[in-house]
């Protein structure tokens, strides 16, 4: 079993409040999750109104495909809205046996 994340920090200028900011993270959560059938929530920075940091997670039998999920789930995080910006993604492989 292989598990790949992904911590995505973006860029919400924006926003002026955390209603805001709440708009545009659960669409793009909503959006992520629905197009690649991940996991992803918000995990840090919950409470400053112009950055939003999202976790990614995909469990899968092969690396390579849960690279290539996450990979392509960042790239569709920096370039599907244009209210927010990728600051910053790292990604990591995991294998459990």
């Known amino acids: 079993?292989?598990?790949?994340?992904a911590r995505v920090?973006?860029?919400i200028p924006s926003?002026?409040?955390l209603?805001?900011?709440r708009q545009v993270v659960r669409s793009l959560l909503?959006?992520?999750?629905?197009?690649f059938s991940l996991s992803a929530a918000e995990t840090d920075d919950q409470d400053r109104w112009q950055?939003?940091?999202?976790g990614i997670a995909v469990v899968s039998g092969e690396s390579a495909h849960a690279e290539e999920v996450v990979a392509k789930a960042v790239?569709?995080?920096a370039g599907r809205n244009p209210e927010a910006q990728l600051l910053d993604y790292?990604?990591?492989l995991l294998h459990v046996w």
């Open 15 to 17: 926003s002026h409040s």
């Open 75 to 77: 790239n569709f995080l």
């Open 9 to 11: 920090v973006l860029h």
């Open 1 to 5: 079993m292989v598990i790949a994340t």
């Open 51 to 54: 950055v939003a940091v999202i």
């Open 90 to 92: 790292q990604t990591e």
């Open 19 to 21: 209603k805001d900011k």
């Open 30 to 35: 909503s959006q992520v999750q629905r197009q």
